[in-house]
């Protein structure tokens, strides 16, 4: 099974990022883990602030890989480009959020992207990407 994890704006400075959010630890090193505690998964790690970019690489990456676990940050809350990418290719997505987006500002309370996904985990961490990963271990 192929798995790529797509993060957006701003995520790649997880670690340092309102650490009271968005926890200590930076993305690298928790994906390293994921990938080590799921070997028979073969998992990639693409980041990118600009939207293009994140288009890009579902284009690329749709038509050949099983899923999409995507983490659009702001862009969530905005692109209607991203949404149409991700209905466009033929890899099953799901939206993940670390913050409980519901529990914050009403800007973040609207989703483009969940209208077009399997389904949306949030507001567990980090965990909410390895949650993710079991979604498509128990149903691809
Ligand atoms: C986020 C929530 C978004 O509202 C925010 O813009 C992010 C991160 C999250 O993972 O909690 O950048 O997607």
Do not use: C, W
């Not at 676990?69 to 991700?86: E, F, P, Q, R």
């Amino acid at each position: 099974m192929k798995l790529a994890i797509i993060n957006g704006p701003n995520l790649n400075l997880l670690g340092k990022r309102e650490p009271n959010i968005y926890g200590n630890q930076d993305f690298e090193s928790y994906f390293k883990t994921l990938q080590q505690k799921y070997p028979q998964v073969e998992m990639v790690y693409y980041q990118s602030n600009v939207e293009g970019e994140i288009i890009n690489k579902i284009h690329e990456i749709g038509f050949s890989f099983d899923g999409i676990i995507i983490n659009a940050g702001a862009y969530t809350h905005t692109s209607v480009a991203i949404a149409d990418a991700l209905k466009s290719v033929t890899a099953k997505s799901i939206e993940v959020h670390i913050s409980n987006v519901f529990k914050r500002e009403e800007v973040r309370h609207t989703s483009l992207l969940s209208p077009v996904v399997e389904g949306t985990i949030g507001g567990l961490g980090l965990h909410s990407y390895e949650l993710a990963v079991n979604y498509f271990l128990l149903t691809l």
